[in-house]
């Protein structure tokens, strides 16, 4: 007969291989982590403002990994980095050199960089940490509209945490352009800061006043971009950075706003190479 010390041992040896034995598209063991066809395990962190989403590829489930903190577009939301097919592609090419992603609500589909976004990005920031090994190192990574809480957690430090690198896709960060050349912008603007003051939170016109305005930063950009203008945006944003000291990289696209010469494995893999860069 069995000792009984030693039930409990089996029964755990049980429990996890039933868990490592899970089919994609399948949760994994009795949590809610899904894994997925491509061998990353995703995660759906539910918050009150909107859930976030963490993705952990398979080389992060055996050692500490960076994250990347992905914010979306505006009209978007965080599952767009998995189910679009573009932008999945952008994605999987950076998670697969060894970072986690955390695709965040940013607290809505259009809030420009608030003070709602910014806390929901720490929320969800950290309510991801205890579900992955973590090595202490964030990048940022925003996506059009995106591109205001992307930068605005780096130079702000709303972390509490240094930003280690800052991507921009066609990134928006200049707020008082976007306001002054578009009446839909500026309704959207106004409602998403609720009366609130804007001060402190446009990357390009308060750039000066950031403690993290040294972070590294790479802008992806296309001079066809009718949507998000790069010589206003993160091409200026750019030059302001270099001013200071901080290393910068641009990659030059073609074509309209957020087209495949923006989101694509290439644009993903060159994204991965300069995070690694800064460690």
């Known amino acids: 007969m069995l000792k009984a010390k030693a039930i409990p041992l089996i029964v755990a040896a049980l429990l996890s291989l039933g868990s490592t034995q899970a089919q994609p598209g399948q949760t994994v063991g009795n949590s809610s982590w899904k894994l997925d066809p491509d061998g990353r ?3 759906i962190l539910p918050d009150p403002a909107g859930d976030s989403q963490l993705v952990v590829p398979s080389v992060c489930w055996q050692r500490a990994c960076p994250v990347v903190i992905v914010s979306h577009g505006r009209g978007g939301q965080a599952s767009d980095g998995s189910i679009h097919k573009p932008f999945d592609a952008l994605l999987d090419a950076i998670d697969i050199q060894g970072f986690v992603l955390l695709l965040s609500s940013d607290g809505g589909r259009e ?17 991801a940490l205890p579900r992955f090994q973590h090595d202490g190192r964030v990048y940022t990574l925003g996506i059009s509209m995106g591109g205001l809480p992307a930068t605005l ?9 240094p930003v280690k690198a800052v991507g921009l ?3 928006r960060v200049n707020l008082k352009d976007g306001v002054r050349t578009s009446k839909s912008r500026a309704r959207s603007v106004a409602a998403a800061y609720s009366g609130a003051s804007t001060r402190g939170h446009d990357p390009v016109n308060d750039f000066g006043q950031f403690v993290g305005r040294r972070t590294p930063l790479l802008v992806v950009s296309s001079p066809q971009d009718q949507v998000v203008s790069g010589v206003k945006n993160g091409l200026l944003l750019a030059t302001l950075a270099r001013k200071v000291g901080a290393k910068t990289k641009v990659i030059r696209v073609m074509g309209p706003h957020l087209n495949r010469q923006y989101v694509n494995g290439d644009v993903g ?6 995070f690694s860069t800064y460690r």
Do not use: D, K, M
């Open 41 to 43: 395990r995703s995660l």
């Open 153 to 161: 957690t780096a130079y702000r430090r709303t972390l509490g945490i």
């Open 269 to 274: 893999r060159q994204i991965g190479l300069f």
């Open 111 to 127: 809030t420009w960089g608030s003070p709602v976004a910014l806390n929901t990005v720490r929320r969800a920031y950290r309510a």
């Open 169 to 171: 896709v066609a990134g």
